[in-house]
């Protein structure tokens, strides 16, 4: 899971600083030794921005952050000089810049489970001729971390734009139903309940007690089915992938699109589910992990 660099509140938002007596601002609780509050307000403003807030001005980044104008506008200045920010010459307004791709990037890049898993999926979809992913949870969402197309002649490649970065919500995507389903319950309510459960596909589930029973299944069964939940015509089915200590870290997906296999899920299941458990136990295996054997279980 990428980390955030500070909590959120119930918006979405990162959680403010607080004023002082000066009218600057600062962490909630005091400061222990060796905490840099400079990099903390600059990782406060950049972590603002998300899919559905890409550009914001300087006020709403002084809202969003605690701090006045001013000190907001010194902040902001810093970071578009360093790459970090971009301004709209027109609006006036900011986004993300390059440097925050770049580490993006290296981030995921970084991860082990991506180097792991890369030619593990890419075989994967080489033999079954399907894009294949790989996703974190990330609070209520899922981001992509890998994404592979086979290199096949007649392969069915999604047409999706889909990339690495790209998040989805958990509850309509089957990657994000694994990965709920193996949360803690009490996180599993937090995330249910932080959720608009919204109608993305013609068989979205949009009752949150269907959506906790689905995702009992996929605990008792170890896959999640997606069929048309997120899309029209979308389908897809995914598998976990635990650590060396059983946490179940990440899902893989193998996407389907009726347009090129119009056939029914049964059979979908029965043609992809041994190459997809088998390529996600061996990712899990090369992680470290072993599954219990019966006098353990």
Known sequence: MIPRPTPSTPDGLPQPLVADSEGDAQPPKAASAGFSQSLERGLLILSSFSENRPVLGISDLGRAVGLNRSTTYRYVATLA???Y????PNSRKYSLGPRVVDLGFAAINSMEITRVAGPLLQALSDETGYTVSMAVLDGPDVVYVDRRRSGRAGSFAMGLQLHVGSRLPAYC????KVLLAYQEPAALR?????????????????????????????????????DEELAPGLRSLAAPVRDRSGVV??????????TVWNASVDSVMSRLEHPLRRAT???????GYRPPTSSEA
């Open 81 to 83: 000089k360093l790459g």
């Open 249 to 258: 870290v990440a899902a893989v997906n193998i996407a389907v699109h009726l």
């Open 281 to 287: 136990t061996e990712i899990s295996t090369r992680l």
């Open 173 to 176: 995507t089957s990657m994000g």
């Open 190 to 226: 937090d995330l249910v309940d932080r959720t608009d459960l919204a109608r993305r596909g013609p068989k979205t589930i949009t009752v949150r007690e269907q959506l906790l029973v689905a995702l009992n299944r996929v605990r008792r069964t170890g896959f999640a089915l997606n």
């Open 85 to 88: 920010l971009q301004q709209d």
